[in-house]
């Protein structure tokens, strides 16, 4: 702790010291002057979006779960973070094609509490809906206190603290409201009566407040099992009501959220139900298709609808791009798709349909591509010359008591003893890795002040599963290091399976990469800049999928620094 205590002091002192970025940082800080991302694909190369065309998906890397609205000419996504803050990020468009993020729903400590949560606990499946000048952010904290609502008259925020809702359980809360000022909430929940098989759920719809959103009325069971019960559907979650003509429609994801994962319509005269099972269902998967396709797009589900207007409808969904079998690092993404309507049911893919990779614009005036591309191949090179960061950027659980900050030019991350390897709070802000094959770089300075501690560059999926490629000290040298943890069973502190020494000045930037390409992972390093020397090659990145280290996020890279007690 006094440790910790004089690097603060030191940083704070030369923040407040200095008009530029310092030559050499405060004792034991990791100064980084830049961060360089760039993702090329060859399926993009294979299928350009040219002239009037987009390309799927059009929110590549982890962006998981999107919900969408719409107000007027503006359309607006939010996604799943779990338990990475700041949380919810919230997109917008006017093409429906270029997304910029403008925000976080949860952008404050207090509003959540993540601590001691897996990465892929914390927030899932946010719905947004827009009523009256004011927006709304229906989502659940699993394992953190339940489902809540937070709310918002300008959607990149402030939001508001959440009102949680003690009554409502299981996940998933969605909000309709309806024509006649009545708000209805749906859910996720047990069935009423004991669970049949596992995966057996049941979606609940009850009327609520339109100002506390409490219930005042019972719930009730509006589809039970999934649409085809005897066949035993597992997990129809993520519901969402829309009105059409005289028909309600409810629409829910079923099949979890794997290479089963589907989307399955419902529709009704009464909001209440009876719901009615499209017979055509699903209206959206993959999953009957040839496993050995190329190019292939898996596990799509998870639909929200809008309309634009000429009267055309799109759906944004989540479908993941494997690089083989079903591994992926880059986590479930977001696509879109047109909807048409046949016998007024919406459908989106029919018969062997593929989801594409290239499709026909929206029949929307096109927007600018903005700063951070989200979709197709690109390169972004950031050189921490703003005031924050930029709000695509992730914390673990929260920035707990790490300390960043970012002075002309330059991020200064100070270390905690808070380790990456055990549901703390690191010293680590991180990006998503965007494409099967990536880079990441970065040019550090840094001087470790004792033996174990160590700042560097991290490929991360959770705390049991990633790549550190980090300087430290090994037997009083300073040296460059590869650590890998591959599971639960290895040190939390990671094992060394690459080391070399560092000749030049410790004051002088260390320049470290990280390559991408699929299910294997490059890692270099160099002290003058570009003349890179490769300390590992072909490390097995399949540690880094969901297939293997298990939960619902896409690989990370991130910063970190970590000053051992």
Same mark, same amino acid.
């Given at each position: 702790?006094?440790?910790?205590?004089?690097?603060?002091?030191?940083?704070?002192?030369a923040l407040g010291a200095c008009a530029t970025a310092p030559t050499t940082p405060p004792a034991g800080v990791a100064q980084f002057d830049w961060?360089?991302?760039?993702?090329?694909?060859a399926v993009y190369d294979a299928h350009p979006a040219g002239p009037g065309e987009y390309n799927n998906p059009i929110l590549t890397g982890f962006?998981?779960?999107?919900?969408?609205?719409?107000?007027?000419?503006?359309?607006?996504?939010?996604?799943?973070?779990?338990?990475?803050?700041?949380?919810?990020?919230?997109?917008?468009?006017?093409?429906?094609?270029?997304?910029?993020?403008?925000?976080?729903?949860?952008?404050?400590?207090?509003?959540?509490?993540?601590?001691?949560?897996?990465?892929?606990?914390?927030?899932?499946?946010?719905?947004?809906?827009?009523?009256?000048?004011?927006?709304?952010?229906?989502?659940?904290?699993?394992?953190?206190?339940?489902?809540?609502?937070?709310?918002? +008259?300008?959607?990149?925020?402030?939001?508001?603290?959440?009102?949680?809702?003690?009554?409502?359980?299981?996940?998933?809360?969605?909000?309709?409201?309806?024509?006649?000022?009545?708000?209805?909430?749906?859910?996720?929940?047990?069935?009423?009566?004991?669970?049949?098989?596992?995966?057996?759920?049941?979606?609940? #719809?009850?009327?609520?407040?339109?100002?506390?959103?409490?219930?005042?009325?019972?719930?009730?069971?509006?589809?039970?099992?999934?649409?085809?019960?005897?066949?035993?559907?597992?997990?129809?979650?993520?519901?969402?009501?829309?009105?059409?003509?005289?028909?309600?429609?409810?629409?829910?994801?079923?099949?979890?959220?794997?290479?089963?994962?589907?989307?399955?319509?419902?529709?009704?005269?009464?909001?209440?139900?009876?719901?009615?099972?499209?017979?055509?269902?699903? #209206?959206?998967?993959?999953?009957?298709?040839?496993?050995?396709?190329?190019?292939?797009?898996?596990?799509?589900?998870?639909?929200?609808?809008?309309?634009?207007?000429?009267?055309?409808?799109?759906?944004?969904?989540?479908?993941?791009?494997?690089?083989?079998?079903?591994?992926?690092?880059?986590?479930?993404?977001?696509?879109?798709?047109?909807?048409?309507?046949?016998?007024?049911?919406?459908?989106?893919?029919?018969?062997?349909?593929?989801?594409?990779?290239?499709?026909?614009?929206?029949?929307?005036?096109?927007?600018?591509?903005?700063?951070?591309?989200?979709?197709?191949?690109?390169?972004?090179?950031?050189?921490?010359?703003?005031?924050?960061?930029?709000?695509?950027?992730?914390?673990?659980?929260?920035?707990?008591?790490?300390?960043?900050?970012?002075?002309?030019?330059?991020?200064?991350?100070?270390?905690?003893?808070?380790?990456?390897?055990?549901?703390?709070?690191?010293?680590?802000?991180?990006?998503?890795?965007?494409?099967?094959?990536?880079?990441?770089? +970065?040019?550090?300075?840094?001087?470790?002040?004792?033996?174990?501690?160590?700042?560097?560059?991290?490929?991360?999926q959770n705390d049991d599963f990633y790549y550190f490629l980090a300087v430290t000290t090994e037997n009083g040298a300073r040296v460059v290091q590869?650590?890998?943890?591959?599971?639960?069973?290895?040190?939390?502190?990671?094992?060394?399976?690459?080391?070399?020494?560092?000749?030049?000045?410790?004051?002088?930037?260390?320049?470290?990469?990280?390559?991408?390409?699929?299910?294997?992972?490059?890692?270099?390093?160099?002290?003058?800049?570009?003349?890179?020397?490769?300390?590992?090659?072909?490390?097995?990145? +399949?540690?880094?999928?969901?297939? +293997?280290?298990?939960?619902?996020?896409?690989?990370?890279?991130?910063?970190?620094?970590?000053?051992?007690?």
């Amino acid at each position: 702790m006094k440790k910790r205590a004089i690097l603060l002091i030191a940083l704070l002192a030369a923040l407040g010291a200095c008009a530029t970025a310092p030559t050499t940082p405060p004792a034991g800080v990791a100064q980084f002057d830049w961060f360089e991302y760039s993702g090329h694909d060859a399926v993009y190369d294979a299928h350009p979006a040219g002239p009037g065309e987009y390309n799927n998906p059009i929110l590549t890397g982890f962006y998981p779960d999107p919900a969408i609205t719409q107000v007027g000419s503006d359309y607006y996504i939010v996604n799943s973070t779990f338990s990475y803050f700041p949380g919810i990020p919230i997109f917008h468009s006017r093409d429906l094609v270029n997304w910029t993020q403008i925000g976080n729903v949860i952008d404050r400590p207090g509003m959540l509490n993540f601590d001691g949560l897996g990465i892929s606990r914390g927030v899932f499946a946010p719905t947004i809906a827009h009523h009256n000048g004011t927006f709304y952010v229906a989502n659940t904290c699993v394992d953190c206190r339940g489902n809540f609502i937070v709310s918002a +008259t300008n959607p990149a925020g402030p939001w508001s603290d959440p009102i949680w809702l003690p009554q409502i359980g299981g996940i998933d809360p969605s909000l309709f409201f309806d024509t006649d000022g009545k708000v209805y909430l749906m859910n996720n929940d047990a069935p009423p009566e004991p669970p049949l098989y596992d995966g057996h759920r049941a979606i609940w #719809i009850r009327e609520v407040d339109p100002v506390t959103f409490q219930s005042i009325t019972e719930p009730v069971v509006i589809i039970n099992g999934g649409v085809r019960r005897e066949e035993r559907p597992i997990w129809i979650e993520g519901p969402h009501i829309f009105k059409r003509g005289d028909y309600y429609y409810l629409s829910a994801a079923e099949g979890g959220t794997a290479e089963g994962h589907s989307q399955v319509i419902l529709r009704s005269r009464n909001v209440l139900g009876p719901y009615v099972a499209n017979p055509n269902n699903p #209206i959206l998967t993959q999953r009957h298709l040839d496993r050995s396709r190329a190019e292939p797009i898996t596990s799509v589900g998870h639909a929200d609808y809008v309309q634009t207007p000429d009267g055309q409808w799109w759906a944004s969904f989540l479908g993941v791009r494997p690089y083989q079998g079903d591994y992926y690092n880059t986590g479930r993404e977001t696509f879109l798709m047109p909807v048409r309507w046949v016998d007024d049911w919406p459908v989106i893919t029919s018969g062997d349909e593929r989801v594409p990779y290239v499709h026909a614009r929206p029949n929307l005036p096109a927007q600018r591509a903005p700063q951070f591309p989200m979709s197709g191949n690109f390169a972004v090179r950031e050189d921490f010359d703003w005031s924050t960061l930029a709000n695509h950027w992730l914390f673990i659980r929260g920035p707990g008591d790490s300390f960043v900050e970012m002075a002309n030019r330059a991020l200064l991350l100070a270390p905690t003893s808070q380790h990456i390897g055990r549901l703390q709070h690191p010293s680590f802000v991180g990006r998503r890795q965007q494409h099967m094959n990536a880079s990441a770089s +970065t040019a550090m300075i840094y001087t470790p002040q004792g033996p174990g501690d160590e700042a560097g560059l991290m490929a991360f999926q959770n705390d049991d599963f990633y790549y550190f490629l980090a300087v430290t000290t090994e037997n009083g040298a300073r040296v460059v290091q590869v650590q890998r943890r591959a599971g639960p069973n290895e040190s939390a502190d990671g094992v060394v399976i690459a080391s070399a020494r560092l000749i030049g000045a410790a004051d002088a930037p260390v320049f470290l990469k990280i390559d991408a390409r699929g299910g294997l992972y490059d890692f270099s390093y160099s002290e003058t800049e570009g003349a890179w020397t490769p300390l590992l090659r072909d490390a097995d990145g +399949t540690i880094l999928s969901t297939r +293997t280290a298990g939960g619902f996020v896409g690989a990370v890279f991130g910063l970190y620094a970590y000053d051992a007690p």
